[in-house]
T-cell receptor, first 116, second 115 residues
Framework: AQSVTQLGSHVSVSEGALVLLRCNYSSSVPPYLFWYVQYPNQGLQLLLKYTSAATLVKGINGFEAEFKKSETSFHLTKPSAHMSDAAEYFCAVSAASTGGGNKLTFGTGTQLKVEL | DTGVSQDPRHKITKRGQNVTFRCDPISEHNRLYWYRQTLGQGPEFLTYFQNEAQLEKSRLLSDRFSAERPKGSFSTLEIQRTEQGDSAMYLC?????????????FGQGTRLTVV
């Protein structure tokens, strides 16, 4: 079984400040980890993914995440927040190899607010 | 690449009515997934297809729900005798088969409101 926990359902930062969104995972098999972003009334867009290559993963829009096996974490960061980053962010996990396809198990999401 | 397309974007229905949603995946993708997202929650897996075969169904998918992918291309999700608890965003995603570089691409979803 796999699960992810996102700490903090709402995070507020000032424009230009560091963004840190936390995600911890639980998986009985080697995981693939993903961060998705969702704007209001839209689908999900992939920001970045970890698939057992480099532990520091760079994604779109200046976001990056680091896979830390010892901490079972995959936190999302961005050095400088922009107003356009305001959205809901979801961490997700899938099994690296499975007969169950690549179905994703999502966290409950973190709503990011960016203030002037 | 026109992306994953879902139709309709919004549906309002009366309790007890049947509804059907359609998903057109990215053309070269042979895996197709349905998820349900309720307010304030992350998407929850409902079912997935590899080509035309439905390979897994979540226990969330009650007997009022049925999904098909008859020719391995588009898919439909039908909900019979809708209940207010069915109100949610229904998301479709598609991906290529394989263990690497097979991230799922999501459609914009169908928002269902049962009144």
């Amino acid at each position: 079984a796999q699960s992810v926990t996102q700490l903090g359902s709402h995070v507020s930062v000032s424009e230009g400040a560091l963004v840190l969104l936390r995600c911890n995972y639980s998986s009985s098999v080697p995981p693939y980890l993903f961060w998705y972003v969702q704007y209001p009334n839209q689908g999900l867009q992939l920001l970045l993914k970890y698939t057992s290559a480099a532990t520091l993963v760079k994604g779109i829009n200046g976001f990056e995440a680091e896979f830390k096996k010892s901490e079972t974490s995959f936190h999302l960061t961005k050095p400088s927040a922009h107003m356009s980053d305001a959205a809901e962010y979801f961490c997700a996990v899938s099994a690296a190899s499975t007969g169950g396809g690549n179905k994703l198990t999502f966290g409950t999401g973190t709503q990011l607010k960016v203030e002037l | 690449d026109t992306g994953v397309s879902q139709d309709p974007r919004h549906k309002i229905t009366k309790r007890g009515q049947n509804v059907t949603f359609r998903c057109d995946p990215i053309s070269e993708h042979n895996r197709l997934y349905w998820y349900r997202q309720t307010l304030g929650q992350g998407p929850e897996f409902l079912t997935y297809f590899q080509n035309e075969a439905q390979l897994e169904k979540s226990r969330l998918l009650s007997d009022r729900f049925s999904a098909e992918r008859p020719k391995g291309s588009f898919s439909t999700l039908e909900i019979q005798r809708t209940e207010q608890g069915d109100s949610a965003m229904y998301l479709c995603a598609s991906s290529r088969r394989g263990a690497i570089n097979t991230e799922a691409f999501f459609g914009q979803g169908t928002r269902l409101t049962v009144v």
